[in-house]
């Protein structure tokens, strides 16, 4: 029977409608692979766990996995992210979700632990929190060889684990399902790079003409200056990576750092993955422009420091859902998007359909082969392998139409060999 604790039940048929747009837009995840799942049944009896963004994306994953005779549990992966009509939707169709939008952070962990207790083989996890809460409060479960595999889908999560291996502390074999070039080169760039439409969104600005921050030059931020440049935004990028700086000078945007951007930006979007991006500094706060936009894609609500702005301002007021106008005691105001939580998943609804289609055709195909595979794993971090990274890469193409060039085996000797040069 399902189990679950979700908003509002009603809201189902208006999810049903949500998970209906987004399966139309994800050939590959609610199309080819689901289709191939419902015959040959490769999760079956296999509990799945997914800490994820409660979105109709999202739901598209988890009913390809139950397609596949999964059992799955699905909670947040982010307080405010979740579409209760999504989770509605999925209880009806035996999801077992605990989610809800706005949920405090004891709920929020509360969600994870619901989910744990239903015993995954695979943990599907957006940030590290559930995978992190495994290994601290089920210890039984880490220990009892029952987790098969874990995958991960975020930056963040990914950061996360690394240091966890680095300290000895990953117990689970771990799969960076971000690392894997049909995900960041595209849910990141591409997802992320529009989000930018979110800060526009939050307050209804024009961004011609603006001078735009984006902290950062990764796969998120790149894809952002680009889209905050195609709208005609004077874009600066501000970073601590020597080679992403030359990349974000070559490419054509100013370079400063954040401190001297202050005086000037009319917009800040951090998508950084670090911490206290702008210094969490009175001295600093009273820099910014007087009416600044301040936004965050990144995964954690720390790259604006949200908490000390809150505390610095005389008066919080709420504008608009998601917008809060902070009055500084020097009177300037500042515009805080989303809490300093991802903008573009609070604000608007995550990134499109399409490209998640990609990311998710990864992490299904990666649960079917964690359930093939496991045996062979060790505890501590596996790459995804480069065929399951192709064959999302190809199926996506088909799906699409796109036909591409095949090498000859004249060519794949050349490109394979060293005897030839000059
Ligand atoms: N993300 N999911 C969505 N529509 O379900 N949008 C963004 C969605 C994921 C994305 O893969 C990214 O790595 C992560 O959210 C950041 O938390």
Same mark, same amino acid.
């Given at each position: 029977m399902v189990d679950y604790k979700v908003a509002d039940e009603t809201l189902a048929d208006q999810g049903e409608e949500a998970l209906y747009i987004a399966e139309n837009k994800m050939t590959v995840t609610a199309g080819i692979i689901r289709e191939r799942f419902k015959k040959e049944k490769p999760l079956e009896g296999i509990t799945i766990a997914g800490c994820l963004h409660v979105t109709k994306e999202t739901g598209n994953l988890a009913l390809t996995l139950q397609a596949g005779g999964a059992e799955v549990y699905l909670c947040g992966s982010n307080p405010l992210s979740t579409q209760d009509e999504v989770a509605a939707a999925l209880v009806k169709k035996d999801i077992n979700v605990f989610a809800w939008h706005g949920n405090t952070t004891e709920e929020f962990y509360w969600c994870i632990r619901q989910c744990l207790k239903g015993k995954p083989n695979i943990m599907i996890d957006d940030g590290g929190d559930m995978i992190v809460t495994a290994h601290q409060e089920f210890p039984e479960l880490i220990s009892s060889g029952k987790v098969y595999g874990c995958q991960?889908?975020?930056?963040?999560?990914?950061?996360?684990?690394?240091? !966890?291996?680095?300290?000895? *502390?990953? *117990?689970?074999?771990?799969?960076?399902?971000?690392?894997?070039?049909?995900?960041?080169?595209?849910?990141?760039?591409?997802?992320?790079?529009? &989000?930018?439409? @979110?800060?526009?969104? &939050? !307050?209804?600005?024009?961004?011609? #003409?603006?001078?735009?921050?984006?902290?950062?030059? #990764?796969?998120? @931020? @790149?894809?952002?200056?680009?889209r905050a440049r195609g709208l005609g935004a004077n874009v600066t990028v501000t970073e601590v990576d020597p080679i992403n700086a030359l990349k974000a000078r070559f490419t054509g945007y100013n370079v400063k750092p954040i401190i001297e951007t202050l005086p000037e930006a009319d917009v800040i979007l951090t998508?950084? &993955?670090?911490?206290?991006?702008?210094?969490?500094?009175p001295e600093v706060f009273n820099k910014l422009k007087d009416g600044v936009i301040l936004g965050n894609l990144g995964h954690f609500d720390i790259e604006i420091p949200t908490k000390e702005l809150y505390e610095y301002a005389e008066e919080i007021k709420p504008i608009r859902k998601y917008v809060e106008e902070l009055i500084f005691p020097n009177g300037k105001k500042v515009y805080l998007l989303a809490k300093g939580r991802l903008a573009n998943l609070v604000l608007a609804e995550g990134h499109p359909s399409e490209v998640m289609d990609m990311s998710f055709s990864l992490q299904s195909l990666m649960s079917e082969w964690i359930v093939k595979n496991h045996a062979a794993f060790k505890p501590g971090i596996i790459d995804v392998p480069k065929e399951i990274d192709d064959k999302v890469g190809y199926l996506k193409l088909d799906a699409m139409g796109i036909e591409i060039d095949k090498l000859t085996e004249e060519q794949y000797n050349y490109i394979h060999g060293f005897e030839e040069g000059t």
């Open positions: 991960e889908e975020t930056t963040t999560g990914v950061k996360r684990f690394k240091a !966890m291996e680095r300290q000895g *502390k990953l *117990k689970v074999p771990l799969f960076p399902v971000n690392d894997a070039r049909c995900k960041n080169q595209f849910d990141n760039e591409l997802g992320t790079g529009q &989000g930018v439409i @979110s800060a526009i969104y &939050g !307050m209804h600005i024009l961004f011609a #003409g603006k001078n735009v921050v984006i902290a950062g030059f #990764g796969h998120c @931020s @790149s894809g952002m200056a680009l998508a950084t &993955g670090c911490k206290h991006v702008i210094p969490p500094d």
